[in-house]
């Protein structure tokens, strides 16, 4: 194995030493970052709620992967919907 002088060992003296992006490096660069920290809020937020379900369909919901609550949202959307235009 190599000794790499342009990365040098993180040691402890060293990450003491270390600053942040932001204080060392141009405007013109940091502006290429987008600020703040986590997903950006949806337009059409979700509300969190808790709901009982029996566990077999619970189960069943998960079994299809990824994505379940999306979909669960999607049927549920598709089951109501129809009828509440009706009123």
Same mark, same amino acid.
């Given at each position: 194995m190599t000794h790499d002088d342009d990365g040098p060992e993180l040691t402890a003296d060293l990450a003491r030493s270390a600053r942040r992006g932001r204080d +060392?490096?141009? #405007?013109?660069?940091? %502006?290429?970052?987008? =600020? *703040? =920290? *986590?997903r950006? =809020? %949806? #337009?059409?937020?979700?509300?969190?709620? %808790?709901l009982r379900l029996d566990q077999d +369909?619970?189960?069943?919901w998960k079994a299809t992967g990824a994505g379940w609550q999306t979909r669960m949202n999607d049927a549920l959307r598709a089951a109501i919907l129809p009828k509440l235009k009706a009123l």
């Open positions: +060392v490096l141009p #405007e013109t660069i940091l %502006s290429q970052f987008p =600020r *703040g =920290r *986590g950006p =809020r %949806s #337009e059409a937020a979700k509300a969190p709620v %808790s +369909v619970l189960d069943a």
